[in-house]
């Protein structure tokens, strides 16, 4: 390709570079695995400022998904856990995922359903913005629920 973005048809490598100089541009490898490897006649400080452009506007289109936790007990009283349930709302409007985590300490384990209970009834609070992501489940010495927010 020459400097006008024209195709120069297959060329020697040679005769590319000379024309290059004559132009006063760059010669610059653009597929290097197709056959014959494709080059073309222009700036290669403004091809690299385009192609980090490029990226830089691919990685803002990009969404990432923060996960917050709010973590709780079996003992946690109602109005500590409506701070907490409040905090796991506004997060999920703001997109945000939230984990809410049961922790179990020394005999509490052997109550697993009042826990289970717990993250129901959180569930079924946020039920207006969120939607179980992952049922309630049992990992080690805690219970967990995922929450993603709903879809508009």
Known sequence: MDENGENAGIVDIAYALHRAEDVGLDLVEIAPNANPPVVKIINYSKFLYDKEKKEREARKAQTKVEIKEIRLRPKTGDH??????????????DGMKVRVTVRFRGREITYPELALEDLREIAEELADVADVEQAPNM??????????????
């Open 80 to 93: 500590h856990r409506g701070f907490k349930v409040k905090d796991a709302r506004r997060w999920l409007k």
């Open 139 to 152: 990992e080690g010495r805690s219970m967990f629920m995922m929450l993603a927010p709903k879809k508009n």
